[in-house]
């Protein structure tokens, strides 16, 4: 299918992973991209691809008579900045999800959805006890309001209704994503890096994962989950002190509740998660020809890009 013309939808391309995904897949011209965006962006880069300004819920399905989906990228999802907002977002997401399952179950050729969800949605884990893609879902810290918009997929997927695929990815090491608020931002202000406890963590670059959430859509079987990682688990402190020799400084503890006065409960407990992952499925893995495979080399490449910033 990699050899083949896609017309390929993109749901959330402003986000940091789906602007990385728009950039990997504009890399193949056999790539039609069309892109639904919601809030601001880099529009002015996006203004080369046919683009559509609305949200899940205001979007006009007529659109797909005249540009007929293969693939579907779905990262749009729904925010809040507390409780009560997550809560009513979810609420809402699901409902505008639900109304785009019902739509495309209906179109005479329903396309394959990846939806790009998250390693959270597995719960806390041992490192000898990682999830795989079969694992039973018990969503953490933010996943706990994120898990109400994908229960449409989800039901769609399990009833045979769609093509439903999950990217599921570990923490992404991105200039645009945790790593810069939580970490890089810290090292700015304070000449450390933060540690925030010592919990296993699967780690996967920015490029890579992009890579990986296509290599889902083109080798991927109907209805298969991918858990989205390169390397072997590591150690949140294990991690922390290679960030800091490399950046030749030391790391310092933040405890839970210093995390939790920062940034909120939701926040904290993301933070602390223990997440590792493996995968059944390595040749999908290898198929995405990722370029970093090792902790140091992820973290020197956005060390590198964040000091020309």
């Not at 749009?76 to 997401?93: E, V, W």
């Not at 639900?98 to 790009?116: D, F, G, T």
């Not at 079969?134 to 996943?143: G, I, R, V, Y």
Request: proline share 5%.
């Amino acid at each position: 299918m990699n050899n083949e013309k896609r017309n390929i939808w993109i749901l959330g391309a402003t986000g940091y992973i789906g602007s990385a995904l728009v950039r990997h897949l504009a890399k193949n011209p056999k790539n039609h991209l069309h892109v639904l965006y919601h809030k601001q962006g880099n529009r002015r880069y996006l203004e080369q691809f046919n683009t559509f300004s609305g949200s899940l819920n205001s979007f006009n399905f007529d659109w797909f008579n005249r540009y007929p989906p293969d693939v579907i990228f779905h990262l749009a999802r729904p925010a809040g900045s507390n409780f009560i907002t997550r809560t009513i977002k979810s609420y809402l997401g699901e409902n505008a999800n639900q109304k785009w399952v019902n739509a495309l179950a209906q179109l005479s050729n329903p396309p394959m959805v990846v939806y790009v969800s998250g390693s959270l949605m597995y719960g806390r884990r041992d490192a000898e006890n990682p999830a795989d893609e079969n694992s039973e879902l018990k969503p953490d810290a933010f996943a706990k309001y994120y898990i109400r918009n994908e229960q449409p997929w989800i039901g769609a997927q399990k009833q045979g209704i769609l093509d439903v695929r999950f990217a599921r990815p570990g923490w992404i090491v991105g200039a645009q994503s945790w790593f810069y608020r939580f970490f890089w931002k810290h090292f700015m202000e304070t000449g450390k890096i933060p540690c925030y406890g010592n919990h296993p963590m699967s780690v996967i670059h920015i490029d890579d994962c992009a890579a990986m959430i296509d290599a889902l859509s083109l080798y991927g079987e109907k209805g298969q989950n991918l858990n989205v990682f390169s390397g072997d688990i590591i150690l949140h402190q294990d991690f922390c002190q290679i960030l800091a020799d490399m950046l030749k400084t030391e790391a310092e503890n933040i405890s839970y509740e210093k995390a939790k006065s920062l940034y909120g409960s939701a926040t904290a407990d993301a933070l602390v998660s223990s997440t590792p992952m493996t995968t059944l499925y390595p040749e999908v893995h290898k198929k995405a020809d990722v370029d970093f495979n090792r902790i140091n080399q992820i973290l020197q490449d956005m060390v590198l890009k964040l000091r020309e910033v």
